[in-house]
């Protein structure tokens, strides 16, 4: 059975249901504008965050638990749909001091991501769940520790950063990104999924951070990925004749991956040339083995806040996978609690005012990837 991958990821702007697409919508609260030179980011640690984030999480495991159209369901538990704070963290000193005044040091974050993870579990969603794992500062004891609470819990793992530099690094001994060579070495077999996306759009001729998919796509299924997510242009780089970049090696690539592996479609768009040649050459081609799409949410365009009656609504999310489901396919969940992108556009305004200034602050380099 194909499966359709919903995201519920809570950060910057990607395709589907954000960059390249169509965003989710507030029918009426708009985020909190960031200052000039940076994403307004919350303190993680701060109750004024997690109470109303882990309702948050509870409602989606409500609404999409227990649809078998629901193939996993990823929280973001920082930026984005993963679990770095934020882009800039390590660069911007404005956003960096906020963080050691809550109390940030590599133990303390791990302490919260594992005790969101702990919530997650009691929440006994009927779909999977899963987290995707970051190195903060190159320290790969992180994810380590990440990744074996998560597998205690009965949570899949990832990484969202799949890269040509992955091999270069598994052939010298150094870590792959978020160390998940070794990660999916330990934990295959005993948890699913053990999901992979890419870094950002592939180029077939080999060029860029990720690489080609002639290459990348083998070496990630010998290593144990059971879940691969490409981005939607290179599906339409492999399966669609009169896409600029058509590459037939591609199809070829992607093929021979899904004999061993998932294979998502991430964000996809919902509207426009590139949305009909995605329904045409991709979701109802049946020489393109898409199991499903890897679909985006954001916080704030369902949560309208607690005025609001209802406070939570569904309905851009539900109308935005239903054609996957239509066709047979499975949706991931991401949900983002903070915007990917330089404007934060993920997190409630009515959360960002309870914060308030010294529990929020500004970290720059915040960018879409």
Not at 31 to 46: C, I, K, M, Q, R
Not at 108 to 116: K, N, P, Q, S
């Amino acid at each position: 059975m194909r499966s359709l991958i919903v995201i519920l990821a809570l950060g910057s702007c990607l395709g589907l249901i954000g960059c390249g697409g169509a965003s989710l919508s507030r029918s009426s609260v708009k985020p909190v504008p960031p200052p000039a030179g940076g994403e307004v980011t919350p303190n993680y640690f701060s109750p004024s965050f997690q109470t109303p984030y882990k309702a948050f999480m509870q409602q989606v495991v409500q609404h999409y638990g227990s649809n078998p159209s629901v193939g996993y369901i990823r929280f973001g538990l920082a930026q984005g749909g993963e679990t770095y704070p934020n882009l800039g963290f390590d660069t911007d000193a404005t956003c960096s001091d906020a963080f050691t005044g809550w109390g940030w040091t590599p133990t303390t974050w791990v302490d919260y991501l594992t005790m969101m993870l702990g919530y997650e579990e009691t929440l006994k969603s009927p779909a999977k769940l899963m987290v995707g794992l970051n190195t903060v500062n190159l320290d790969t004891g992180i994810p380590d520790q990440v990744a074996a609470y998560a597998v205690s819990q009965h949570i899949g793992f990832g990484s969202q950063g799949l890269q040509q530099s992955d091999i270069s690094n598994f052939d010298s001994g150094a870590p792959c990104t978020a160390d998940w060579c070794s990660l999916f070495d330990t934990y295959h077999g005993q948890v699913t999924p053990l999901e992979l996306q890419t870094a950002t759009q592939s180029d077939p001729s080999g060029g860029g951070v990720t690489g080609s998919l002639v290459t990348l796509l083998p070496f990630a299924v010998e290593n144990h990925a059971t879940s691969l997510e490409l981005y939607y242009e290179d599906w339409l780089t492999a399966f669609d004749p009169s896409y600029p970049g058509y590459t037939a090696s591609y199809a070829t690539a992607i093929q021979s991956a899904a004999q061993g592996a998932q294979m998502q479609v991430v964000f996809p768009p919902i509207a426009g040339s590139d949305a009909d040649s995605i329904q045409t050459y991709v979701m109802n081609n049946q020489a393109a083995p898409a199991t499903g799409a890897v679909m985006l949410i954001q916080w704030a365009a369902v949560d309208q806040g607690p005025s609001a009656n209802p406070q939570y609504v569904w309905t851009s999310v539900d109308s935005a996978i239903q054609p996957w489901v239509a066709a047979g396919k499975k949706v991931n969940l991401v949900v983002w609690p903070v915007a990917d992108s330089a404007s934060n556009t993920a997190t409630p305004a009515y959360v960002l005012n309870s914060l308030g200034s010294t529990n929020t602050t500004t970290c720059n380099n915040g960018s879409g990837q």
